[in-house]
C-alpha cells in the first residue's frame, strides 16, 4: 500500500467511514493516467471520488513526510456551474486537507469573492481552486494568466451535466483544451447524475483528449433510495386550468412541513417562489421567522443566509428554484416538495435528491399540482424514472459568438498564434469540424470588425502583430472584455435596496419600468414600495398593503421533454384502453378523463385527437400531439399558415404542453387540410419562416449573440446601461448586417438558434412525421372539452391579463359543469 493510499485509508478509519468501490475504481484510474466521467447521485460521497486521487499522488511523489512539506502552486481546479456549490466544495476539501495534516489550501474564485483575495491568488494560488467557467476565463484573459496553471495536474468539472448543452458548457470545453495544451498530462474527469446520452457527455467533456488517452466512465452500482409520492386535491376539478389548482394546495403543503425538520419547495421560476412565500405565510403565520425564500435574484449576503442557516437547522422551510437544485450539501433536509410540474424526468431526480443527502440515505419528494392534469405528469414521470427513461443533454456545435468571446480572451491574456489557436479550438468537439473559412472569419471580425463595422475602432479588438501574434489592442479593451466575459444574458438587472442601504438584490428592468412610485411589489418575501429609481438603483420601503404585483423575470417557462411526452401519451392510451393502473394520479383523474371520454375521445398511443368546436367567438380547432409548448407554437404557426394558403383566413393560436388551438371566426376548413397531408415535414423550414416572424425573432436571439460576442457594451460596474439602449444598439447591428453583410456568420446563427432552440425544429420535424403514422380522430363536440379548456383559458389571460379573465373563466366553467351534470 502506498503512502498516499494508507494516508487517505487512515482518514477514513478515523471517521468510522468506509470507502465506497466506485471511489476507489475513480481513484486508481486517476494514478493510472486515465480520465473520465463519474456517474453518481447526488449524496453518494462523489466528491471525495474525485478528490482523493490528486491527493494521494502528490504525497506519493513526497521523498520526506508529506506534513512537512512546502506545496507549490495550484494542483486542482474543480470547475462548478453555481456559486452557491463552490463553499461548500471547499469546505469539505479543506477539511480533508486539515484532517489528515496535508499542508494544501482550498480556495473559491467566484464574483463573490473580495478583489483583495482576487488579487492575492494572482500572487500566490492555493493548492486547490473552486471557481465558475467565467471566472476560469477571467484568469485566462490576464498577462500571465498562463502562468497560474504550470503545476496544474488535475480538472475536476462538476454537475457536468447543468453545463452540457448549454453556451457555458462551450466555454467550460474552450477553457480545459487550453489548459490541456498548457499542460499536457493534465487528467481531466467531470461528475454527473444520470443522462440519457452518457457517453456522448464525456466525449464532449474530453473533446479530442477523449480519443487520445485512455477514457472510461465510472458508475456508482448501489441505487438511490427514493419514495415519490403525489399530493392529491380533495376533489378534480373537470375544467381544469393553468395554475388555478395551487392555491388551494396550500393547505395540504402545511403539515407536510410541520412533519419534517427541514423541507425544500422548489418552484420552476423565481416568481412562483414569492408568490408561495407569501401564500404559506399567510396560511401559517406561526412559520415566520422559521421559513425563507432563495432564488438567483436574491442579493449575495441573502443567499448564503439562507445557505448557512439551513445547514444549522435553523430553517423549517426554504422556497426556492433551481438555485438549490444542484450538489449542495444541506444534510438537514428530510423532504422535498415540487410545486408544479418539473417538465422533465432529470430535473426532477436532481430536486429529489436535495433530500436524503448523504450515502445510503433516503431521499423524499412529494409532487404538488397546479392543474389537475399535472398528475398525469406526475404519472409520467414516475414511470420514467422506473425504466431509467431519462433526457439526454445534447451539446451545442459551433456557437461562433463564443468563440469570438474566447479568441478575444486568448488575445487579452498574452496573445496567439493562429495556427494554435485553431488546433485547440478543433480539439474540443463544439468546434471539431470548425472549417478553416469560419475560423478566419472569426478572425477577420475581431481584429477589423468584418465587413460592414471596419470604420469602427471599437470592434477592432485584436491586433496582428509583427511576430505572427493576435494581441488585444489596448488596456482599455481587455478591461471592457474582462467584465463582460461570460455566456448567462438576462434582461438588465437593477439594484433593490432600502433608503436605509440595505441590499435585497436585483430585479429586471423590464418588470420594474412598469411600476409607478408609490405602489407596491412583492420581492424577497416582503411587500415593498417603489420610492424612486436612480440611475440603475431602485429604491423601497416596507409597505403594509396587502397587494402588490409579482416579479416577472424571462425565460419563465420550462419546455416539456420528449421523455415526459411521450410517458404523458403512454399514460392517456392505458386510461383510453381502460387499462388497470397502479398509478394513483391516473385513478384520481377518472372524472375529468371519464367527461373527455364522454364527450369528445381518449386518444390512444397511436391516435392524434383533433376538436372542431364553433362558440361566438368563432371556430376553435383544438390539437392534442403531447410535444410540449415550443413544439405545439411551431406546429400551430405551420399548420395555421398551410391552411391559410388553401383557403384566406386569419387566425389567432394558444398553446400549452399538451395542445394547441387554431381560431378563426370563420369557419376553418381542417377536414380538407387533413386531405392534403397539412403534418408533412417536407419544405418545414421554409413553411416556419413563412408563418412566424422569423426576421423578429432572429432579432431577438441575436440581442444575446451580440452580448455574448461583446459587439454590445453593456457598462461599467454601477454605470450599467439600461437594456433598453442595450436592444437600441444590438437591433441597429442587426439590421446593418440584414443589409450590409448578409454573409455574416453572427447573423446565420441567430436565424440557426431561432429554428433550433425557439422552435426546436429538429423535435417538431419528428413530431410531424410520428403524426403522419398515427390515426386522425376528428370530433366535433359542443362544447369545450377538458383537454381544450386550459387552452383556451392560456388564450383568455394572454388577451386580457390574469385579474380580468378569473370572473370570466368562473362563469364558463360553471357552465360547463351544468353541462356535465
Not at 476539501?93 to 499542508?103: M, Y
Not at 464532449?204 to 458508475?219: C, D, F, H, M, T
Not at 485553431?422 to 471539431?432: D, M
Request: hydrophobic share 40%; proline share 4%.
Amino acid at each position: 500500500m502506498t503512502k498516499g493510499r494508507a494516508a487517505i485509508q487512515a482518514w477514513f478509519d478515523e471517521r468510522g467511514w468506509t470507502e465506497f468501490d466506485f471511489q476507489k475504481r475513480c481513484w486508481n484510474a486517476y494514478l493510472r493516467g486515465e480520465q473520465g466521467l463519474l456517474n453518481a447521485p447526488t449524496g453518494s460521497g462523489k466528491t471525495y471520488a474525485m478528490w482523493f486521487g490528486p491527493v494521494m499522488e502528490w504525497i506519493n511523489e513526497q521523498k520526506k513526510d508529506f506534513r512537512d512539506v512546502k506545496p507549490t502552486g495550484l494542483q486542482v481546479l474543480w470547475l462548478t456551474p453555481l456559486r452557491a456549490l463552490a463553499s461548500d466544495i471547499a469546505r469539505a476539501l479543506q477539511d480533508s486537507c486539515d484532517g489528515l495534516g496535508l499542508p494544501w489550501t482550498v480556495e473559491t474564485r467566484t464574483s463573490d469573492t473580495s478583489q483583495a483575495v482576487k488579487q492575492r491568488q494572482l500572487k500566490r494560488m492555493p493548492q486547490a481552486l473552486i471557481t465558475t467557467p467565467e471566472s476560469l476565463h477571467v484568469l485566462l484573459s490576464m498577462s500571465g494568466g498562463a502562468d497560474l496553471f504550470k503545476h496544474l495536474r488535475m480538472a475536476v468539472v462538476d454537475e457536468w451535466h447543468e453545463l452540457l448543452g448549454s453556451k457555458r458548457g462551450t466555454q467550460t470545453e474552450l477553457g480545459l483544451a487550453h489548459l490541456r495544451s498548457l499542460r499536457p498530462k493534465l487528467r481531466t474527469w467531470g461528475i454527473s447524475a444520470t443522462i440519457g446520452n452518457l457517453e456522448e457527455a464525456k466525449d464532449v467533456l474530453l473533446g479530442a483528449a477523449a480519443a487520445e488517452a485512455k477514457s472510461k466512465i465510472v458508475r456508482v452500482k448501489q441505487k438511490k433510495l427514493m419514495t415519490i409520492e403525489s399530493v392529491l386535491p380533495e376533489s378534480i376539478e373537470r375544467f381544469p386550468w393553468s395554475g388555478h389548482l395551487g392555491a388551494h394546495m396550500v393547505e395540504k403543503i402545511i403539515p407536510l412541513v410541520h412533519a419534517s425538520k427541514t423541507t425544500l419547495i422548489f418552484t420552476n421560476v423565481r416568481s412562483q417562489t414569492e408568490i408561495w412565500y407569501h401564500r404559506l405565510l399567510e396560511a401559517a403565520p406561526e412559520l415566520a421567522g422559521q421559513m425563507a425564500i432563495h432564488h438567483g435574484s436574491l442579493d449575495t449576503g441573502v443567499r448564503h443566509w439562507v445557505e448557512d442557516a439551513l445547514r444549522r437547522e435553523r430553517l423549517r422551510a426554504v422556497v426556492c428554484t433551481s438555485t438549490l437544485d444542484l450538489g449542495v450539501d444541506f444534510s438537514p433536509v428530510e423532504t422535498v416538495i415540487q410545486v408544479g410540474s418539473p417538465k422533465g424526468v432529470a430535473r426532477f431526480l436532481q430536486r429529489a435528491g436535495r433530500s436524503g443527502h448523504s450515502p445510503g440515505a433516503t431521499s423524499r419528494m412529494y409532487f404538488v399540482p397546479t392543474n389537475a392534469l399535472e398528475l398525469v405528469e406526475a404519472a409520467a414521470i414516475q414511470e420514467a424514472i422506473k425504466q431509467t427513461d431519462v433526457e439526454a443533454r445534447k451539446p451545442i456545435i459551433n456557437p461562433l459568438d463564443v468563440l469570438v468571446q474566447w479568441l478575444t480572451t486568448l488575445a487579452s491574456g498574452g496573445g496567439f498564434k493562429r495556427a494554435e489557436a485553431l488546433a485547440e479550438v478543433r480539439g474540443t468537439h463544439a468546434f471539431k469540424d470548425i472549417s478553416d473559412e469560419e475560423f478566419d472569419w472569426v478572425l477577420d471580425f475581431i481584429t477589423t470588425g468584418g465587413r460592414s463595422l471596419h470604420a469602427y475602432d471599437e470592434y477592432k479588438k485584436v491586433v496582428l502583430n509583427e511576430d505572427g501574434d493576435y494581441a488585444i489592442a489596448d488596456r482599455r479593451t481587455a478591461l471592457r472584455h474582462r467584465m463582460q466575459i461570460g455566456t448567462i444574458t438576462a434582461d438588465a438587472a437593477l439594484k433593490v435596496q432600502f433608503l436605509s442601504g440595505k441590499k435585497l438584490g436585483t430585479i429586471e428592468e423590464g418588470f420594474i419600468s412598469g411600476i409607478k412610485p408609490g405602489k407596491s411589489f412583492w420581492f424577497a418575501g416582503r411587500n415593498l414600495e417603489l420610492v424612486r429609481i436612480k440611475e440603475m438603483t431602485v429604491f423601497v420601503k416596507k409597505s403594509s398593503k396587502k397587494d402588490g404585483r409579482v416579479p416577472s423575470w424571462q425565460g419563465g417557462r420550462i419546455p416539456l421533454s420528449t421523455e415526459v411526452s411521450e410517458h404523458m401519451r403512454m399514460q392517456i392510451d392505458a386510461a383510453a384502453q381502460k387499462k388497470r393502473t397502479r398509478r394513483i394520479e391516473m385513478r384520481t383523474l377518472e372524472p375529468l378523463l371519464n367527461l373527455q371520454r364522454a364527450w369528445s375521445l381518449l386518444p390512444e398511443a397511436d391516435t392524434l385527437l383533433i376538436e372542431k368546436t364553433f362558440s361566438r367567438e368563432g371556430c376553435h380547432v383544438f390539437f392534442y400531439p403531447f410535444e410540449g409548448r415550443l413544439v405545439h407554437e411551431g406546429m400551430g404557426a405551420v399548420l395555421a399558415y398551410r391552411i391559410a394558403q388553401m383557403q384566406p383566413i386569419s387566425f389567432s393560436i394558444a398553446m400549452n404542453d399538451y395542445g394547441f388551438e387554431i381560431l378563426s371566426e370563420d369557419d376553418i376548413p381542417i377536414e380538407e387540410a387533413l386531405l392534403r397531408d397539412v403534418f408533412s415535414s417536407d419544405n418545414l423550414v421554409e413553411d416556419i419562416y413563412a408563418s412566424v416572424n422569423a426576421t423578429e425573432m432572429a432579432r431577438r436571439r441575436f440581442r444575446e449573440i451580440a452580448r455574448v460576442a461583446g459587439l454590445v457594451f453593456q457598462g461599467y460596474p454601477g454605470q450599467k446601461k439600461l437594456n433598453r439602449h442595450l436592444q437600441a444598439s444590438s437591433g441597429l447591428l442587426f439590421d446593418v448586417f440584414e443589409k450590409y453583410d448578409g454573409g455574416n456568420l453572427l447573423l446565420r446563427q441567430a436565424y440557426t438558434e431561432t429554428l433550433a432552440f425557439q422552435l426546436e425544429e429538429k423535435r417538431l420535424r419528428r413530431a410531424l412525421d410520428a403524426i403522419r403514422a398515427r390515426r386522425i380522430e376528428l370530433r366535433y363536440p359542443e362544447r369545450f372539452t377538458p383537454f381544450a379548456f386550459p387552452i383556451m383559458v392560456d388564450r383568455l389571460r394572454e388577451k386580457l391579463g390574469s385579474e380580468r379573465v378569473t370572473d370570466r373563466i368562473q362563469k364558463m366553467k360553471l357552465q360547463l359543469e351544468e353541462a356535465a351534470g
